[in-house]
């Protein structure tokens, strides 16, 4: 190709579907400047003689099938600028050292690959950017050289497998933006630097604009000086970092913020008043701490907070009534607290919110909890807590509903025949309550529903033979009740049926033998019956995965 061309500079041949070999011929092009074949079916290795196209300046391979390691002669292309190779899972072994060497380079692009071994010391990257290491198998530490890349405006090692500390020498790195090492082994210091002392050498960073440490063994607690990083930040991430510790009020000063998430942790003491001056805010994740003392409502002057997340702590008292203020809100968690207080009538006005979890032990309710104005709700979640009254019929304007859990109230009445129109819904729990009458045949329009829990009311009648329409339910489950009649043998088309308990009921005659040609099943329970009828010879075979059978007090 190139003996016919030989003044080519540029080959853009991505977004194709070109398979095969990377021709070696290619090396001939000499001229060549860019070299675009991303996002195609290319097979084999990376050819050594791209290392001759010494004029190249910017190189993507990205999003193909290759495999072999990346060629050292990559690094003979002394005039390269931009080096994308990612997303390609049999690209293994080490990056070469050469790499570091290519001074012109601005932008190395490795993500997404089986890289291993440790980074190479980065000896010559004056003008280097932007790094792009995620999702590799790198391991060892960080080297201190990568201080030389004073120009780095965006490093990304997430998902690796680094270890030891956090160098300190990144605060040399002035023009950092963005900063993500989340998901590797790595920790703060040494074993007496209980301080986050590498956020001290951030300070120094004043373009930062995000921070995400999440998912290392970090431990310690946060500085008062996490208060000082850049005016610029905008995201800050460390769940699941061992933190210990309160929050610091300091934290308030960080005026750009965007997103908080300091989840699954072991913070604790109060949530910072100062957090409500974070007034850009619209991510603040506290779940899965060791947080007290009340929710305060000086939250509630972040009028753009779209996710709130406060669930699993120790938090008390009420919950404020001015979060249902708070329009740009989508998903509420304040689930597993000790909160002891009414549930908020004005929480029922967040039109636009997308799931709400308050289950909880100790909330109750003033009247009957009224959602009809949710139109958009996805989740709702209040178990766990002492709701009386009716479930009110406007639950079933819900029709975007996905998943309804009311279980473990003191809700009474009947199921409303209007649940049929939740024509999204795939998940239902509604155990453990008072409710009474009987199933409404309406659930049949419930296309999509896959777990259906009525287990521990006052319900009666029979068992719907219409439920039968239910073919992706996967768990039914409806024991402690009053139900009467047969098994309606139109069970049996529910094919994907992997849970079945009628037990502790008033069913009578034979259980229809169509229930043991339900392969998917693995647990079975109807004892507490009046239920009669034989198991097949060959039941073991007819359902495989069968792990619990309870038939016991039967005829």
Not at 439 to 444: G, Q
Request: aromatic share 6%; net charge neutral.
């Amino acid at each position: 190709m190139c003996q016919h061309l030989p003044k080519l500079e540029g080959l853009y041949l991505s977004w194709n579907e070109l398979s095969g070999n990377i021709p070696s011929s290619m090396g001939k092009c000499s001229n060549l400047k860019n070299l675009s074949l991303s996002y195609n079916q290319f097979m084999g290795i990376i050819p050594r003689s791209i290392g001759n196209l010494t004029q190249l300046q910017e190189l993507y391979l990205g999003f193909n099938n290759l495999e072999g390691q990346i060629p050292e002669e990559i690094g003979n292309l002394l005039g390269l600028e931009l080096l994308s190779i990612k997303a390609i899972n049999g690209l293994i072994g080490q990056i070469p050292t050469s790499i570091f060497n290519i001074s012109s380079l601005k932008t190395i692009d490795l993500s997404n690959n089986s890289l291993s071994g440790n980074l190479p010391p980065i000896t010559n990257a004056p003008k280097l950017e932007i790094l792009l290491l995620w999702g590799n198998k790198l391991s060892g530490n960080i080297p201190n050289s990568i201080s030389n890349a004073s120009m780095l405006q965006i490093l990304d090692l997430a998902y690796n497998l680094f270890s030891g500390p956090i160098p300190k020498m990144l605060g040399s790195l002035r023009q950092l933006e963005w900063f993500q090492i989340y998901e590797n082994n790595l920790i703060t210091g040494s074993a007496t630097d209980h301080e986050w002392t590498f956020l001290s050498s951030l300070t120094n960073c004043r373009n930062l604009r995000r921070i995400d440490v999440s998912g290392n063994p970090l431990s310690g607690v946060l500085p008062t000086y996490i208060g000082n990083l850049s005016k610029y930040l905008q995201y800050f991430y460390a769940s699941n970092c061992e933190l210990q510790g309160i929050i610091p009020m300091e934290i308030g000063n960080l005026s750009n913020m965007l997103a908080l998430e300091l989840g699954y942790n072991k913070l604790s003491g109060f949530i910072p008043t100062s957090i409500g001056g974070l007034r850009n805010l619209q991510g603040l994740g506290l779940s899965s701490n060791k947080l007290g003392g009340p929710i305060s409502e000086s939250l509630c002057a972040l009028e753009r907070l779209y996710n709130l997340f406060l669930g699993l702590n120790k938090l008390h008292g009420s919950i404020p009534s001015c979060l249902g203020d708070i329009s740009t809100l989508r998903y509420l968690e304040l689930d597993s607290n000790k909160l002891s207080s009414t549930i908020p009538s004005n929480l029922w006005n967040l039109k636009d919110i997308l799931e709400i979890d308050l289950s909880s032990k100790h909330l109750h309710n003033s009247h009957a909890i009224d959602v009809g104005n949710l139109r958009s709700l996805l989740k709702l979640n209040l178990s766990r807590n002492l709701l009386t009254g009716d479930i009110l019929s406007t639950f079933g304007d819900l029709q975007t509903l996905v998943s309804l859990d009311l279980s473990n109230n003191i809700l009474h009445g009947h199921i409303p025949e209007l649940f049929g129109g939740l024509i999204c819904l795939e998940f239902l729990d509604l155990s453990n309550n008072n409710l009474s009458g009987v199933i409404p045949k309406s659930l049949e329009k419930l296309l999509y529903l896959k777990i259906l829990q009525l287990s521990y009311n006052r319900l009666n009648g029979g068992i719907p033979s219409l439920l039968g329409n239910l073919q992706g339910i996967r768990r039914l489950e409806v024991k402690n009740n009053y139900f009467t009649g047969t098994i309606p043998k139109t069970l049996v088309n529910m094919s994907n049926l992997e849970i079945l308990v009628l037990g502790y009921n008033q069913l009578s005659g034979q259980v229809p033998s169509s229930i043991f040609k339900l392969s998917s099943l693995k647990i079975i329970g109807l004892s507490s019956n009046s239920l009669s009828g034989s198991l097949p010879n060959n039941m073991c075979q007819l359902l495989p995965k069968l792990e619990g059978l309870y038939l016991g007090l039967n005829e």
